[in-house]
């Protein structure tokens, strides 16, 4: 268990809807990233936060959008959902913005029909 | 393009036998390399990670090495156990780039009792 957690664990919704996922980091981490695993383009970063503010932006839809706040946890919200974006959203968080470790959550696997 | 890449998608090894997992970069301004392993419905574990400038780091069973001027690393298991049979992923960073990782495509490791 590596202290992040992610709700929810599947979450199947329509073609132009808008999701929510939510991701709380381990306690005292104060950097949370996102990112994307789909079956054709791998594990890829989205967006990561360090004490509530955007730090570094990655291959992210304008449709998503992230944010994190004052206790830490983070929400990266999606919108105008495609088939497309069926993938395994992983959150991770590491102590500081900088530094090698990030500990991953388990995900969240999204299902667009 | 793909900046790190992990050319194996599958291995398999008989267990007490050594297990070598090998990852190819493109990109010299990475700073530091880590492995990460993945077991289904599970969230990425770190493993080890080695800075560039290094070219080996051990921690028990796991060793990396790291040959910068053929931009490549491999990770090795000895002795390999059914245990490890999971997916490991290669991942890099540049510290001038964000924490973000970036990571190659995965090789799934099988080991056979």
């Known amino acids: 268990d590596s202290g992040v957690t992610q709700t929810p664990k599947h979450l199947i919704t329509a073609t132009g809807q808008r999701v929510t996922l939510r991701c709380s980091p381990r306690s005292g981490d104060l950097s949370v990233y996102w990112y994307q695993q789909s079956l054709d383009q791998g594990l890829q970063f989205l967006i990561q936060y360090y004490n509530g503010e955007e730090r570094a932006k990655g291959n992210i839809l304008e449709r998503f959008s992230a944010q994190q706040f004052p206790d830490l946890h983070s929400e990266l919200n999606l919108s105008s959902l495609e088939l497309g974006d069926s993938a395994l959203y992983f959150c991770?968080?590491?102590?500081?913005?900088?530094?090698?470790?990030?500990?991953f959550g388990p995900g969240t696997r999204l299902t667009v029909l | 393009d793909q900046q790190v890449k992990q050319n194996s998608p599958s291995l398999s090894v008989q267990e007490g036998r050594i297990s070598i997992l090998n990852c190819d970069y493109t990109?010299?301004?990475?700073?530091?390399f880590l492995w990460y392993k993945k077991y289904p419905a599970e969230g990425p574990t770190f493993l080890i990670s080695i800075s560039s400038i290094k070219d080996k780091n051990e921690d028990g069973r796991f060793t990396v090495f790291l040959n910068k001027s053929a931009k490549h690393l491999s990770l090795h298991i000895v002795p390999s156990q059914p245990g490890d049979s999971a997916v490991y992923f290669c991942?890099?960073?540049?510290?001038?780039?964000?924490?973000?990782?970036?990571f190659g495509g995965g090789t799934r490791l099988m080991v056979k009792p």
């Open positions: 991942a890099a960073i540049m510290n001038n780039a964000g924490n973000m990782l970036t």
């Open positions: 991770a968080s590491s102590l500081q913005g900088t530094g090698n470790e990030q500990f």
């Open positions: 990109n010299s301004m990475f700073d530091y």
